[in-house]
């Protein structure tokens, strides 16, 4: 376990879990906070005993969005502060080699939102919820909200869900794809370190080149994106996963994609 003041972080069994640790505040996002959490993600991305990040919050919320006690008297503007905090965070995550799990235990509110939303996997526990929160301060979304929530919900849910600031429970936001599984709160730790193992039993060269190509995808066209699958298949068919996954087809069994169990932290 590494902690700094603001995150705690521990790894088990190939998964880095990330923890947001202000819970007095919701975990509310001063820079500390989104330059901790950033250096974070950069270090797992590096480091190869790690092949799944979760990204969780302490006590009661996941995140409620920028420190309001923290703006003033900063010294940045807001474009500044954006490019020098939340955009790089953001960034990080997509960019990330390996999957992200927002594992969203409580409420989520403006970054915090889309925060909730950059991951690639994001579970939720029952109790969380999700406000696009923004508007109620004035602002405009940001922190990747504007692109990830109108290609979830389409552009008229999306801006009623920003000009509102409506809270969205979990039931909900299953039904509208902000999240691929809710867990029961009493439970939801452990079924988040689960579903993170599954994935980190996976093929990780695959899932790496999976995250790069649905990434391109999304903002080219259908040309481009059968380029880039016949490109990055070749990358993927030439590596040892691919083999490994035909010859345990071959002889009915299970695919081993974690080479040296013993490298991941128990
Ligand atoms: O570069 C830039 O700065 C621009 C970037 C902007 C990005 C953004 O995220 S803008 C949006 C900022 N966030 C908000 O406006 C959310 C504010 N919080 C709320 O609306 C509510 O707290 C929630 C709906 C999230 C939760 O409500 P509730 O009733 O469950 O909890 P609460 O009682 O309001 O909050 C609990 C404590 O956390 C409370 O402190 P206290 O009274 O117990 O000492 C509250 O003040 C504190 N807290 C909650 N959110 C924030 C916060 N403190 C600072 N900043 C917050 N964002």
């Known amino acids: ?48 005993a790690v092949r799944v990040v979760v990204i969780t919050g302490a ?15 900063r010294g940045m503007t807001f474009t500044e502060h954006l490019n020098a905090t939340y955009n790089p965070l953001i960034r990080t995550i997509r960019g990330l080699g390996k999957p992200v799990i927002t594992a969203v235990n409580g409420v989520a509110a403006g970054a915090g939102a889309s925060l909730a939303l950059s991951g690639d ?26 692109w990830f929530l109108p290609r979830l919900v389409g ?13 969205v429970r979990a039931d909900d936001a299953l039904r509208l794809g902000l999240c691929e599984q809710v867990f029961p709160d009493d ?17 990780a060269n695959a899932l ?15 040309d481009e994106a059968l380029d880039q699958e016949a490109a990055l298949q070749q990358l993927a068919g030439d590596h040892w996963e691919h083999e490994e996954g035909v010859t345990a087809f071959k002889e009915k069994r299970p ?6 169990v013993n490298s991941l932290d128990q």
């Not at 006590?59 to 008297?73: E, H, K, M, N, Y």
């Not at 790496?208 to 080219?220: C, D, F, R």
């Open 1 to 48: 376990m590494t902690q700094t003041s603001v995150i705690a972080a521990h790894t088990r069994a190939g998964v880095r879990t990330l923890t947001l640790n202000r819970p007095d505040r919701l975990n509310a996002a001063n820079d500390e906070l989104l330059l901790a959490l950033t250096a974070e993600l950069r270090a797992a991305d590096a480091d190869s």
């Open 59 to 73: 006590g009661r919320g996941f995140c409620a969005g920028q420190d309001l006690g923290d703006v003033s008297g």
């Open 121 to 146: 996997i994001r579970l939720w526990a029952q109790s969380a919820s999700l406000i696009e929160v923004f508007s109620n301060i004035a602002l405009v979304p940001d922190s990747g909200s504007t």
């Open 155 to 167: 552009y008229h849910r999306a801006f009623e869900m920003m000009a509102l600031a409506d809270r």
């Open 187 to 203: 439970t939801f730790e452990q079924a988040v370190q689960a579903y993170a193992e599954r994935l980190a039993a996976r093929p």
């Open 208 to 222: 790496k080149l999976t995250k790069q190509a649905l990434n391109a995808a999304m903002t080219g066209t259908l």
């Open 255 to 260: 695919a081993q994609f974690v080479r040296d």
